[in-house]
């Protein structure tokens, strides 16, 4: 069978306004999408790069009416290429733009928060609940990565980044087993995916109690941005989640949740959850200790009010259970219910 593996090429630096605009030079009709904040944040380093006129176009959320919004404000026009500047879900909107109109994507993370800049997939929203994943054959070709914006940037994104990240190595981890366990073989691209998802915990390990260190906040960044995204895009589809975020998307369910934290720091809450499933209870001892000493959350009544949640907690262990992602894990053999992802949910043992 055959196989191809294709990944986004990355520049990173301090300041990245001069490579960028070496690349620029070589389009004439740019559609700029960019989050509000993040082009006020950038706007200096884009008009040195690109020279010319260039459409821009703000969005906040990724979902359709977004999406549909800028296709129709766009109709007629032409363009050689999309640049993306902002957080996850700017650059998902862009993704599925550039997407529609087969056009070349750039992407300019602003902040360090998910691996949505060099990933092949869209994170559609609606009424600020999670609706489906869009799916693309090809990844951004390419992003820049300009540290010192993600450095002016509010810490709280960077530190939810480090939880998605994480993520990336225990689902893929448990997804693995349970594929070998069934006698699946595991191609290159998949082996190529797991080394990277190895580093998307060892380099957080190492570095991210030393963020005020340059090469200390690079490593970690480029573990969230470039490692997360690698191991998203090389490995299969059915392996790129598990119990962390089934519940994260569940307990979004509470809009209140959904509204007032990142998706990272649903999804480091979600890792937590999945090892206590697991039963890796020595695991779950060490990644709590480290969450506090980054401050990352550690149980649900850092989200909401625990009398609060108890009134939505079938619901949301449903919502686990029935995940695409967990009911793959079902199929393969993993065996859990509805009681034992309530357990998990509310754990007793530390609440301190």
Do not use: W
């Not at 010192?148 to 087993?177: C, H, S, V, W």
């Not at 980054?294 to 259970?321: G, M, Q, R, W």
């Amino acid at each position: 069978m055959q196989e191809i593996l294709s990944l986004t090429s990355f520049v990173v630096d301090f300041d990245i306004k001069k490579n960028l605009k070496q690349e620029l030079q070589n389009y004439k009709n740019i559609l700029v999408i960019a989050g509000v904040t993040a082009f006020a944040k950038f706007k200096d380093k884009l008009e040195y790069a690109i020279s010319g006129n260039y459409h821009l176009t703000h969005t906040k959320e990724c979902s359709f009416n977004d999406i549909n919004k800028i296709i129709n404000e766009c109709k007629g026009l032409e363009f050689d290429l999309v640049l993306a500047i902002g957080g996850g879900k700017v650059l998902d909107t862009s993704k599925y733009i550039a997407n529609a109109f087969n056009l070349k994507i750039i992407t300019i993370p602003t902040i360090a928060a998910t691996c949505a800049a060099v990933s092949a997939l869209s994170v559609i929203y609606e009424d600020e609940k999670f609706k489906e994943l869009a799916l693309f054959k090809e990844p951004p070709f390419k992003c820049f990565i300009d540290l010192e914006t993600i450095k002016n940037a509010p810490k709280r994104y960077l530190i939810a980044g480090i939880g998605d990240t994480m993520a990336k190595f225990y689902e893929f981890d448990l997804q693995l087993k349970y594929a070998k366990a069934n006698n699946i073989g595991v191609n290159y691209s998949n082996s190529f995916g797991k080394i990277c998802s190895n580093l998307c915990v060892d380099l957080n390990y190492e570095y991210a109690k030393s963020l005020n260190d340059d090469l200390s906040f690079k490593n970690v960044v480029m573990s969230i941005i470039v490692n997360t995204g690698y191991v998203s895009r090389s490995i299969n589809i059915e392996y790129n989640g598990a119990f962390a975020h089934a519940t994260c998307y569940a307990i979004s369910y509470i809009k209140e949740i959904e509204k007032n934290f990142l998706h990272g720091e649903l999804v480091a809450f979600g890792i937590l959850v999945q090892l206590l499933i697991e039963k890796k209870y020595d695991e779950y001892e060490k990644l709590l200790k480290f969450y506090k000493e980054i401050n990352l959350p550690t149980k649900i009544s850092d989200f909401i009010k625990e009398d609060e949640f108890l009134k939505h907690i079938d619901k949301i262990a449903s919502l686990v259970l029935a995940s695409s992602d967990v009911i793959n894990l079902i199929n393969r053999g993993f065996i859990t219910n509805l009681d034992e992802i309530k357990n998990a949910l509310i754990y007793k043992k530390e609440r301190e």
